[in-house]
């Protein structure tokens, strides 16, 4: 938003631009998050190639070494069904970033669409579009989407490959939590597309006969991108405890696709047992979600220094 | 302000009633139906068996005749009857609101109280060893997996150390006030903390600005001390956006409390809707979920009115301008 607001502001009250990535440097703990991210996902995403190369299965069952303690062949120990933990854990980490990307950019592309078009045209269509925003906000989202996530989909027109298929739980997990994660976008975006929506530009396109899907298209959506990105990057954290709530409570991500939810689902059963099977998931969790958020936070500061001055950073 | 509580109160009864389509619609899509649930358990009955019995409960009528058949009964006050308990589904619903009801205040009390000093804490020496600690506290609270906390919660406490019991609402044997507030010890500190978290976050955020405002400036040329500059002028005008901030926070706080009670395995209406869900206990999951919503509408209303109740410049005739 910094771009084109400067006009109406002090001269004094400007400091010296500072670049963009120095000013996301300055914020050292957001940098080290996006290395520790990029670990993380560069890991879970090698996961067949450390499965070569430890000469393991993911999927191997050994119901004689259930339990076992971290050695050198399963440097992390394995499951309750013998599995190989570090394994199971990277795979598993493809399932929840997958998941976690997938609908922040769904969320945010319903978001903008709302958001946009509620500040672009303004009057009823944006008061209707805003109360359905409260109203979704409001809400309480875990116990809907238990719903959503327990319909039977055979029940739904849709072909029986898809709704019998192994991954369709993946499918179903993204569409439900997109469904309802669009809100903050989309008062995000209204409020910055009402703050573009008179500009000079906006108004010569308009004047020009430009219609108004290309305006909210290729005039005022660049200019509002700032805060869909920060929005967008601390809502995968947010997806990723969301999901890993479903799959805990058995709603979300399906067995026997690992996701660091589902890990967890035994985990009650198995504190007393085998606690190192219920911390670790969770700590992956952890870590990757304070990592997103603290990016989030950082990404804030870099691309919307005025937004964020009130926090004092 | 009668004006504007019958007009919120109006308004939440059109969005239950939405609702009540919605999840009754979401419902009907979900595995099985009560006949296939009663043929499973009961072996002697012969499909035709079935067909009689679903002409009788009407489950042969189309869908959106059923919806009306049961908007009709329950608006007539009959809610229908839960299958798995065996009694009127009020009756199951009743208590279990109480035990939430119970969680939820305590926890977001404690949040309350806790994430208000913190929160003055960091603003009023940003940047300090103090304000970081602050900081880094509140983005744990809201990274952690709320579940995955509450297990750590029972390795420590219930497995490890033997200290606090690691479920339920109260011992086999009763046990009195002292046996329910040791069973409510750990629920209540793992819910409170993702709300303590961001409630914190945001107490810094709106003393910070309470802080630069003119009128601290004069508070403080009066020579105040800084307690009385905080507490008596900076605090008060804090606390108002708060007030928002908690309202909106409802319905995740239900939301926490479902994921809490599952854990903990304490009898509340967060427990129960998973139970009635899993357990194809349909009509007592429709109406807990809708009783969920009023409860979360209501308490969204209740803050909207202490906002006005609080804040001179805010008038209930303001407040009717804005929606």
Known sequence: MTSFTPIAAPASAEPAPIPLWRRFLAHRLAAICAVILVAITAAALAAPLVERALGLDANSVDIFNRFGPPDGTHWLGTDELGRDMLLRLLYGGRVSLLVGLAVALGASLIGSTVGVVAGYYGGRLDSVLMRLTDGFIALPVLPLLIVLAAIDLNKLPIPAVIADSQAVSLYRIIIIIALVGWTTVARLVRS?????????????????????????????????????????????????????????????????????????????????????????????????????????????????????????? | MAHYLIGRLAEALVVLIIMSFVIFFLIALMPGDPIDVMIASNPELTPADAVRLRALHGLDLPIWQRYVNWLTAALGGDLGFSRNFNRPVFEVLLPRLGNTVILLGISSILAIAIAIPLGIIAALRPHSLADGAVNLFCFAGISIPPFWFAILLIMLFAVTLGLLPAGGVEPIDGGGLAGRARHLILPVAALALASLAGFTRFMRASMMEALRQDYIRTARAKGLTDRRVVIGHALRNAMLPLVTIIALDFGSLFSGALVTETVFAYLGMGKLIVDAIFGNDFNLALVALLMATFVVLIGNLLADVGYAFLDPRISFRSLEARR
């Open chain 1, 192 to 313: 910055a597309t009402l703050s573009v929506r008179t500009r000079e530009f906006v108004l010569a396109a308009e004047a020009l006969g430009a219609t108004p899907p290309r305006i909210m298209a290729r005039h005022i959506l660049p200019n509002v991108v700032s805060p869909i990105v920060v929005a967008t990057t601390l809502s995968i954290g947010a997806v990723i405890l969301l999901e890993s709530v479903l799959s805990f409570l058995g709603l979300g991500v399906q067995p026997p696709i690992p996701s660091w939810g589902n890990m967890l689902t035994n985990a009650q059963e198995l504190m007393s047992t085998a606690p190192h099977l219920a911390v670790y998931p969770g700590l992956f969790i952890f870590v990757t979600v304070i990592a997103f958020n603290f990016l989030g936070d950082g990404l804030q500061d870099a691309l919307d220094p005025r937004a964020s001055q009130p926090k004092g950073f």
